[in-house]
């Protein structure tokens, strides 16, 4: 999957965001950056803005944000495919980490000075940001602001994707595609924390040794070949679990390799994704090639067909605090990290995105207010 080059959205000199007033809570107004998307369609439309804001509501708590974590959703948001998001012009964003500088009303269990990991539907990738303090979670010892936004949004929709739906078990087989990106670097982990899973893997040739290195048992081209087939060879049967951020007629393909008391779990439409704009073509025949099946059919099956939208959970603030708790314990004792792939300051939005559009990335992409002491460095792993 590629997109054509573009100019990078830099903007040294950040204009007034349009848009609604900031939210009103306590303290003086103050200007800072924030990354707005004034339209739909290529990297240009994502440009380096003035914001004013304002202090925390009751309830809130007010972030100074030091990373934040660029996602699938927030390349698809850019076309007008994602539909969790509020009206343009906006700003994306839908994890940070930072420290919180300020306390609203009523809140209690957060203090000026915390290093903070932020969840939210939008609205992350700024240099200020006022959310509820429910959506704030405790970075653990030792952990990177980089780490700390590379680690809810992958982590958590891998987790519940492998256990709470998968019920990943030992001795089990797991299909994950797109395994050198977030969710993929993050399911790799997951993975390992259970006894004798073999891991399929696709991505690029390019990426294989670093997904052996990681613990991907077959990784698989899917380029060149025809994933399907390759698993067939190896494992007659098929596999225990697939991973599904694709849609389309690879649903069909992960459901045909499921073996009896598998599971496909759907969480995403990366299919729809082929350029830098909206290809109708891409969804006129994702949408037809759409995987359907009835109830009848799934009763002679044996099989499972889940779909998870980690952007329909905002609700459940206590689920996904326990998922969060256990993240955070397994990252303290050494059996998971997030795999940082560059990192990118806010004016170079635009090589960021098509760092990960074009799937040159291993692991997580990360975006910064202000730029690392390299203009834009690769992280050490």
Not at 248 to 253: F, H, N, V
Request: hydrophobic share 40%; glycine share 10%.
């Amino acid at each position: 999957m590629s997109a054509e080059p573009a100019p990078a959205a830099a903007a040294p000199e950040p204009e007034q965001a349009p848009g609604p007033e900031p939210p009103a809570g306590g303290g003086e107004a103050a200007e800072h950056r924030a990354l707005v998307l004034t339209g739909f369609g290529g990297y240009e439309k994502l440009k380096v803005q003035a914001r004013r804001g304002a202090g925390p509501r009751p309830g809130e708590v007010s972030v100074s944000v030091r990373a934040c974590g660029l996602n699938f959703a927030d390349v698809m948001a850019r076309q007008g495919l994602y539909d969790r998001m509020p009206p343009l012009p906006f700003c994306p964003g839908m994890e940070c980490a930072g420290t919180v500088r300020a306390v609203g009303e009523g809140v209690r269990d957060r203090q000026v000075g915390d290093k903070v990991m932020v969840l939210a539907r939008s609205g992350l990738w700024q240099e200020v940001v006022n959310v509820p303090a429910s959506q704030t979670f405790s970075m653990p010892e030792g952990m990177s602001f980089e780490e700390a936004a590379a680690l809810l949004v992958n982590y958590i929709t891998a987790y519940m994707i492998l256990f709470d739906f998968g019920n990943l078990r030992p001795n089990q087989s797991v299909l994950i595609h797109m395994a050198a990106g977030g969710v993929g670097t993050a399911a790799i982990q997951l993975c390992k924390t259970v006894e004798n899973v073999t891991i399929f893997g696709t991505a690029s040739a390019s990426k294989h040794d670093s997904l052996k290195e990681s613990g991907v048992a077959h990784p698989i081209d899917y380029r060149t070949m025809d994933y399907a087939e390759e698993v067939r060879k190896i494992s007659p049967k098929g596999v225990d679990i697939v991973l599904d951020p694709l849609g389309g007629s690879d649903t069909t393909k992960a459901f045909n390799l499921l073996k009896p008391m598998g599971k496909v779990i759907t969480y995403g439409a990366a299919n729809l994704i082929t350029g830098q704009k909206k290809n109708l073509m891409a969804m006129a025949k994702t949408w037809w090639n759409q995987f359907s099946i009835n109830a009848l059919q799934l009763l002679q099956q044996n099989k499972a067909v889940c779909g998870y939208h980690l952007g329909y959970m905002h609700e459940e603030v206590e689920l996904l605090r326990s998922v969060v708790a256990k993240l955070v314990n397994l990252y303290s004792q050494g059996k998971i990290k997030p795999k940082i792939d560059s990192v990118w300051p806010f004016d170079q939005v635009a090589e960021a995105m098509r760092q990960m559009q074009e799937k040159k990335n291993v692991g997580k992409v990360i975006l910064v207010p202000e730029a690392p002491k390299e203009e834009s460095k690769k992280a050490e792993n």
